[in-house]
Structure formats: C-alpha cells, structure tokens
C-alpha cells in the first residue's frame, strides 16, 4: 500500500478548511485517512498550520510521499 501525504477538504463553499492527513494513494480527497496529521487554515491572516512533525517524520520513514502542496506547506 503507497501511502501520501495530503489535504483533505473540510469547511464549506468559501469557507475552506484543510486537515493534513496520511492516507493510501488512491483514496479520494474526502476519504478516510490512515492519521490526521495536521490541519490548515487559509482563511485566517496569516494563514494558520498546525502539525504533528514527529507523526509527519514517522509516516515519511516508512515510505510515505508528501503531495507538492503539503511539500510546500511544510517548508513555509
């Protein structure tokens, strides 16, 4: 199983919400996630992100790969 390390959108319409989550490859955007890793506010001036580093650094030694978003996020 190719584990990602991603977004998942929460919130509603103009309301935007991310949780960072690890999830197998292939589920979809809303599906279920292995952990919550995180999560991510655009809306909020500057930008709120909260994450759990020691879980996000785990899930990348065992193989996971982050998205590009997330890549981006983490090196903010």
Do not use: C, H
């Not at 584990?3 to 197998?24: C, E």
């Amino acid at each position: 199983m190719a584990v990602k390390i991603k977004l998942t959108l929460l919130g509603r319409i103009s309301k935007p919400f991310y949780r960072i989550v690890a999830s197998d490859q292939k589920t979809k955007r809303t599906g279920k996630a292995l952990e919550n890793l995180g999560y991510y506010d655009p809306l909020t001036q500057p930008f709120t992100l909260k994450v759990n580093r020691e879980a996000v650094a785990k899930w990348i030694k065992n193989g996971a790969q982050m998205t590009e978003t997330v890549r981006k996020l983490l090196t903010t």
